[in-house]
């Protein structure tokens, strides 16, 4: 009969299946079936049952069925079997007893060992409306998001992001809306928020409260300058304060000037960490001059915040500063609607570039976070069946186990090449072809001290060759693990392979090594 069908599903043999949905009858009562079943024309149903719709106002209808076959790309129907009219709010479907979170995105997130995980975003916060998130799941609805033109979707809100945090020990991290919200609504989420942990026998943590997002833009919704988000800051921060007690107020700054309007305007106080946002944007005809272009743009930024820092100090504070979000653009864009940027060993070179500066700088920053986790520039891939971890997942699944550690600086003498610029055009290209930009060491070298002993990281940037290195004696003898490139081109070969450090070891190209001090 007549219903609805939705493919790009997926079923597990085993698993019951609770279907909930809210519908109403016109007429007389409409016998409904629905279930999984193979995506062809012909083939199996996997598991179905049978509900009567038999009200005239929307009602709350659930049902239980089990699933016989394994099929990753099944799908959704529900019919009617005979005549009659019925209308639809919302149809969900999950296994029996599945809470929100997926538990093999759990274990994705787990392995990365968050600091800081940020919501609901980043444009998209200034049209977010915390409580339109929360409450009965039925009850939530999708809104338009202003900026790109996106579904808001409500079903994941504040509860299930503060109870994702919670598993996995990261720290939140909330960008406020001041482009459609108000300083009584972020009061309340603050609000929210605390008693959020308090009903669930819990102090509530430290967290960050991000005072808008990239305001200075005109894409952004709420588009303001540096005197006017100086003066939003005097409505927002005391609001906040108010109802939740350990907040870490961020503001976000594009541009040094805005740093001296905000002390200018006396809302300097008012803050504790001051922010910034840097993507680094590039195509290549060439990806090996692509990615160094991309290692030359993390120079860029670190010099960048550098200034960020002098400039609050500049101002007679004393805070530190931090990166809310941070990533690389090379083939998307925000009118796709997958918005999913890959990365290759060669294009994290620029990830592994931002890592260390960022180590480099631990005295004066706070906080940096990689835009994004899940989907879009992904650590993890969840869409579908399966879920996929990327390069950069296993980058910093590989780099996380070192920290916290002090860092320390270690001598290298070595080769260097001069960032070069990137080009559309096809032409023949030397790696050591000159260019305006800065000249960078082809191995960087971190070096680091924690509770297990001191360590080293080492990245090779050449795009094609590998690299002989001389270790300090205090590594030789040391455990190594090494990061290779695997044959797909697109991630790392994983497990990482593990060895023992000789006087020298070689790091392969767009390789990365780790290598564990001895202690004598």
């Not at 796709?336 to 004066?364: G, K, N």
Request: with cysteine; net charge negative; hydrophobic share 40%.
């Amino acid at each position: 009969g007549a219903g609805l069908v939705q493919p790009g599903c997926w079923v597990r043999a085993g698993e019951t299946l609770r279907a909930v949905l809210w519908a109403r009858c016109q007429g007389e009562p409409v016998e409904l079936r629905l279930g999984f079943r193979f995506r062809g024309l012909p083939g199996p149903t996997y598991g179905s049952a049978t509900v009567t719709v038999d009200a005239s106002h929307f009602t709350r209808y659930a049902v239980e069925f089990p699933i016989s076959a394994t099929d990753d790309h099944c799908q959704f129907f529900c019919h009617l079997t005979g005549n009659g009219i019925v209308y639809f709010d919302r149809i969900s479907v999950r296994p029996v007893d599945q809470p929100m979170h997926r538990a093999d995105t759990l274990e994705a997130v787990r392995e990365l060992q968050p600091g800081d995980i940020r919501f609901p975003g980043g444009c998209v916060a200034s049209n977010y409306h915390w409580f339109r998130g929360v409450g009965r799941e039925e009850r939530r609805r999708d809104d338009a998001d202003a900026t790109f033109f996106w579904d808001l979707c409500y079903t994941w809100g504040t509860d299930e992001y503060l109870d994702l945090c919670r598993q996995v020990g990261a720290r939140p991290h909330i960008t406020i809306n001041i482009g459609t919200g108000t300083p009584a609504e972020a009061g309340e989420w603050a609000a929210h928020c605390a008693a959020w942990y308090r009903a669930r026998g819990l102090e509530p943590p430290e967290m960050v409260w991000q005072i808008g997002n990239e305001h200075g833009g005109p894409h952004e919704v709420g588009h303001m300058r540096g005197p006017m988000y100086a003066e939003a800051l005097k409505a927002y921060v005391p609001a906040i304060r108010a109802q939740y007690p350990r907040p870490i107020i961020a503001s976000l700054c594009l541009g040094n000037a805005w740093v001296r309007d905000i002390f200018a305007a006396g809302s300097g106080d008012l803050v504790d960490l001051f922010c910034a946002h840097y993507y680094a944007c590039r195509y290549d005809a060439d990806p090996r001059r692509e990615g160094l272009a991309f290692v030359g743009d993390a120079a860029d930024f670190a010099a960048n915040l550098d200034g960020l820092a002098a400039t609050v100090r500049e101002c007679g504070g004393a805070q530190h500063v931090g990166v809310t979000e941070w990533g690389a653009f090379r083939g998307e864009t925000h009118n796709d609607a997958r918005f999913c940027e890959p990365h290759t060993p060669l294009t994290t070179l620029f990830v592994s570039a931002m890592l260390h500066h960022f180590c480099r700088r631990a005295a004066v920053l706070d906080l940096a976070n990689a835009y994004s986790l899940i989907n879009t520039m992904p650590a993890i891939v969840g869409r579908g069946a399966h879920v996929e971890r990327t390069a950069i997942h296993q980058l910093f699944r590989f780099w996380r186990p070192l920290f916290p550690s002090e860092i320390f600086e270690i001598e290298q003498d070595g080769p260097t090449f001069v960032a070069p610029q990137s080009s559309s055009e096809p032409a023949p290209w030397d790696w050591r072809d000159p260019s305006d930009r800065a000249t960078l060491p082809v191995l960087d070298a971190l070096a680091g001290r924690n509770t297990d002993g001191d360590w080293l990281l080492l990245t090779n940037r050449h795009p094609e060759e590998a690299m002989t290195v001389t270790l300090p004696d205090r590594f030789r003898g040391g455990a190594a693990a090494m990061l290779l490139p695997a044959e797909d081109g697109e991630h790392f070969q994983w497990p990482p392979r593990e060895e023992t450090a000789g006087e020298t070891v070689v790091v392969p190209a767009c390789g990365h090594m780790k290598v564990e001090g001895v202690k004598r």
